[in-house]
Structure formats: C-alpha cells, structure tokens
C-alpha cells in the first residue's frame, strides 16, 4: 500500500547533502579565490572540512603598506610571530566584504635612462608589505599569508596575483619580465619595447603609443628604419644602451625580491607542485616547478645584505635588439629588445638543457610577445656579463 508524504517531509530534505564530496572538490578548485573559498568555510561544517582538502588556491593582494605603518599597528603578539610577520602582512577577512584596493604594489614608480630607477627598485623591495584587504563591522584585520594559507592541507598550484607590477614605467613602454627561481635565479627572460606602435585603432584612425623619440630607438632616422641586423652606433650614444640596463636591473630586482617573499610559504605547503607570483598588469612572472620547489626547501636562499630580496647571482646574458618589428597581428615594436639571462654557474639541473636550445627564451611569454621573442632570437646575439647584487 502506497505512503503518501506531506510536502512538508521533501522541504526538510537538504539536497547538497546528496552531492558528493568529490564533486563539491571539483567546485571549490574551480573558484580557487582564497577569499571566496573563506566565505565558503561558514556556509556548513561540511564546506568547512572541505575546503583545507583544496588543491587550486589564488590569493589576490589589493594593496601595499609601507613597514612604518604595519609595525606601528602590530601588537607584541605579532612580534613574537617571526621576521616574515613583519615583512609580508595580509589583511584577510574570510567571511566579510572585501575593501577596494588601497594603493599599488612598490609605485608608481618611473624608469627613465637613469640608472636611478634601479636603485629606487632596490630600495622599494624592502620598505612595503603585501595587503588583501577585508573589512567587517569590527575593522581591518591582519594575517600573514603562511596564516591566509596555513589550513590548506593539499596545495598542489597556489597562484598569488599583486595589483600592478613593482616597475612605474613611462606610458606606451613595453616591458615584461619572466624569472624562473629554486633556491636562486634559475633564468630570467625580459622583453621591451620603447614604444609600441598599432596601426589602427577601432575607430580606424592610426595610433601610436608612445611617440618616445629620444628614448633610445636607435636605427630610426628620419622616419626611415636602417636596419642591417646589427646595433646601430646610435643605440649607444643615445641612451639606448642604458635605458636597456635599466630595465634588466630593475626586472631582476624586482624577481628577487618576490622570490624572497615566497619563502614561508614554500617550506610549510610541501604538496606544491606550481608556484606563480603575477600581477594584474601581466608585467612580471616568477615560476617555480616542483623541482625547483624542492631544491630552495633542501638549499636555503641566499639574502642580499642590502634588501629584503634573495641575491642575484654573476650572471650571463644575451640580448636580441630590433630597431623595428612587426608583429604577424600588425602591432610594432620600436626599440625591441630580448635579453635570456641564466647564472654563470649553472646548475646540474638547468646545464643539461642549456646547449644551443632557446625555447625557454621563445615561449617564456603569451601572444603576441611569443611571436616576439621568437622573432628576435633568429637576429644577431650579443653576449654581456653581469656580477653578483
């Protein structure tokens, strides 16, 4: 004989708990973002056993603080909870609203051909701290990221994304950065351009980026691009040259101290497999493999005396210059410049791919700066050295 139920019986049915963990994984994977997955943890004590069990976690940082203004609102609690406390602050609020973003990253910040804006790079390093900013009726409150990320039991990819890149550049300049990092630089491709020419915009009318005359786009003369595969004289008495210096320091510093940042992190989630530190501009990218990983937990970093960062390796580097390339997409590059640097003293692991082999150059970067990279390297080479900072 059938049952009939009243409807009130099916309203007491909770139907996620017919979902399986598995697949509420797979969900919580998807999102990643570390301050929705936090929301997620009061929704039931069901979520909140899941989400340490998250494999995919992106931190987004909204804004920087300086180290005067962390440490004068740190308690005596903070102190004792190590140098990295002080160095790398998060404000993180799992459950509330997020705070708009309070400033940029180390800027902005101008690089011109001084080789000032080094310097300037250099000492940003070590005067601010990472934010993620949450608010709630009670205020601001602060975490270090090793505290943001420490119930995470099985982080296998941790993506952490800052505002904008560290290095203010002039607008219309090109400049992007890959460093691949273990316990020390790895290798470290940096592409620029001293203008970036597009010619047409969505109205139809010919636009240019930057017009940057006398920002070194040696080979120019008279609107006529000479170009016969070498540097022209011009690269060097212009500014060219150092301007191009400028870049490689500033993109190294800045790699170095993101590099030292990462520290805590890498040494407490030994489940990692991938590590990427970005930005929203898209301007630089440090990368860390699982060997590489590996190799900074067994062989500690070694610190700059003068900063906040790890020290930058004797290096040696190639560069790649074009007075004027055309991208297959129509965009062109005035004063593009390739530069692949690897250490002097290679390691076990990087010397067996090292020989004549240049895809780690070529593919270092997302189109239309992959087309870039691989046209440059099929142009004359030029070898530099550079010592140890």
Not at 26 to 35: A, S, T
Not at 215 to 233: A, L, M, R, T
């Amino acid at each position: 004989m059938c049952s009939i139920r009243s409807p009130d019986h099916f309203s007491q049915i909770d139907h996620f708990d017919r979902i399986p963990d598995s697949l509420l994984l797979l969900v919580f994977n998807k999102i990643g973002d570390v301050k929705a997955l936090g929301r997620c943890c009061v929704v039931s004590r069901r979520f909140h056993s899941l989400v340490p069990q998250v494999e995919n976690v992106v931190v987004r940082v909204d804004c920087v603080i300086s180290d005067d203004d962390s440490n004068s609102s740190s308690n005596s609690s903070d102190k004792s909870r190590g140098p990295f406390w002080n160095l790398l602050r998060l404000v993180f609020g799992g459950i509330a609203k997020p705070i708009q973003t309070l400033g940029q990253f180390l800027g902005p910040k101008r690089v011109n051909s001084s080789l000032s804006a080094a310097s300037s790079a250099a000492n940003s390093s070590s005067g601010s701290s990472l934010a993620v900013g949450t608010e709630d009726d009670g205020g601001v409150t602060h975490h270090s990221p090793t505290q943001v990320l420490k119930n995470f039991n099985e982080l296998r990819l941790l993506r952490i994304e800052l505002p904008s890149g560290e290095l203010g550049i002039e607008d219309g300049v090109l400049l992007k950065w890959r460093a691949d990092f273990g316990s020390t630089l790895d290798n470290c491709v940096i592409l620029g351009a001293s203008s970036v020419f597009h010619p047409k915009s969505q109205d139809g009318t010919v636009v240019d980026a930057s017009c940057g005359g006398g920002n070194g786009n040696g080979g120019v003369v008279g609107g006529v691009v000479e170009d016969n595969g070498s540097i022209p004289d011009s690269f060097y008495t212009n500014g060219g040259l150092k301007l191009r210096v400028v870049w490689t320091i500033s993109s190294l510093i800045a790699a170095s101290a993101r590099h030292y940042l990462l520290q805590p992190i890498i040494s407490e989630h030994t489940t990692l497999d991938n590590l990427v530190l970005t930005d929203a501009d898209g301007q630089g990218v440090l990368y860390m493999n699982r060997d590489q990983l590996e190799e900074l937990r067994v062989k500690p970093l070694s610190a700059s005396s003068a900063s906040k960062r790890t020290l930058v390796p004797a290096l040696n580097m190639r560069l790649w210059y074009a007075p004027h390339l055309e991208l297959p997409d129509g965009v062109v590059l005035k004063g593009a410049t390739l530069v692949a640097i690897r250490p002097s003293e290679l390691s076990t692991t990087t010397a067996k791919k090292e020989g004549s082999d240049l895809s780690w150059v070529s593919t270092a970067f997302e189109e239309p700066y992959r087309s870039a990279a691989a046209m440059l390297i099929k142009r004359r080479t030029y070898c530099l050295e550079m010592n140890s900072f």
